[in-house]
């Protein structure tokens, strides 16, 4: 992982990716819109209007399937 200072302005998961894909190349492919990905905070799954405070854990990944 990479710590990250989040800019007050960024709030939430959405404006996380939002600032994050601005980055451009590699975080912009892996986080572009349009792509199913799933998102946790601190461990629990999350939605893209979830808060985020300094400290937390976000995790970005895509859907996984098993059988």
């Known amino acids: 992982g990479e710590d990250f200072e989040i800019p007050p302005a960024t709030s939430t998961v959405a404006?996380?990716?939002?600032?994050?894909?601005?980055?451009?190349?590699?975080?912009?492919?892996?986080?572009?819109?349009?792509?199913?990905?799933?998102?946790?905070?601190?461990?629990?799954m999350a939605q893209p209007t979830t808060p985020v405070n300094a400290g937390d854990e976000i995790a970005f990944f895509p859907p996984v399937t098993g059988g």
């Open 15 to 44: 404006g996380l990716r939002t600032l994050l894909m601005a980055r451009g190349g590699a975080w912009q492919a892996a986080l572009a819109q349009g792509k199913a990905l799933r998102v946790a905070v601190n461990q629990e």
